[in-house]
């Protein structure tokens, strides 16, 4: 089985620190992408990335960065977290042209 | 501009009656469509999809429905049952482009 991770479930940040959200597969998949889900917006995708080291801007980039160094592994960078960051983040993988994603449990990030 | 949209935020059903749920779109340059389903505190999971060529793809108790004059998909889940409870994404893709989801539905089955 696919298998997408994310390394916290929950997180509780302060307003102004950089935060780091990490997300790994075990399938050898090319492409990753990182969502954030809020209630009647839907998923919106934040970044992607096709290769590593590679990475492209989703709809909704500002205040977020993010680090492809090896093919397995995707982090989230929140630069310095706001309170309209606080939501449900949600990684995913893919192989290159299949449709189907392979989602993570997700991170519920709270910033107070 | 949202180019997938799911008008109802919310739909209530009795168990063993039919669920339908609908999804817009405006891109005519998307060729596949999927449902996921979402319980809380856990990632969507791939329900469904069908590809542009079809009109209707089935898979036991779900059948999703593709009128693409209409830019519209429905899934259909029948019967539902109290386990079917859950947030419903249909998503949308053009050929080697990335997935675009909808605002989701929330689905509640009631015994």
């Known amino acids: 089985d696919v298998k997408v991770t994310q390394s916290s479930r929950y997180l509780v940040k302060r307003t102004g620190e950089k935060v780091f959200l990490e997300c790994v597969q075990d399938m050898d998949h090319e492409n990753m992408f990182w969502y954030r889900q809020d209630p009647g917006l839907g998923l919106r995708l934040i970044y992607f990335?096709?290769?590593?080291?590679?990475?492209e801007k989703g709809d909704i980039p500002e205040g977020y960065s993010v680090s492809r160094e090896k093919k397995e592994r995707f982090s989230l960078i929140l630069e310095s977290a706001s309170t309209n960051q606080t939501s449900m983040y949600l990684c995913?993988?893919?192989?290159?042209?299949?449709?189907?994603?392979?989602f993570g449990s997700g991170t519920r990030l709270t910033v107070v | 501009d949202q180019q997938v949209k799911q008008n109802s935020p919310s739909l209530s059903v009795q168990e063993g009656r039919i669920s339908i749920l609908n999804c817009d779109y405006t891109n005519s340059m998307f060729d596949y469509f999927l449902w996921y389903k979402k319980y809380p505190a856990e990632g969507p999971t791939f329900l469904i999809s069908?590809?542009?060529?079809?009109d209707k793809n089935e898979d036991g108790r779900f059948t999703v429905f593709l009128n693409k004059s209409a830019k519209h998909l429905s899934l259909h889940i029948v019967p539902s049952q109290p386990g079917d409870s859950a947030v419903y994404f249909c998503a949308a893709s053009p050929r080697g482009g990335k997935l675009i989801f909808g605002q989701g539905t929330e689905l509640s089955v009631k015994p």
């Open positions: 990335s096709y290769d590593v080291k590679m990475k």
């Open positions: 069908i590809s542009s060529i079809k």
């Open positions: 995913a993988s893919s192989l290159q042209g299949d449709y189907g994603y392979t």
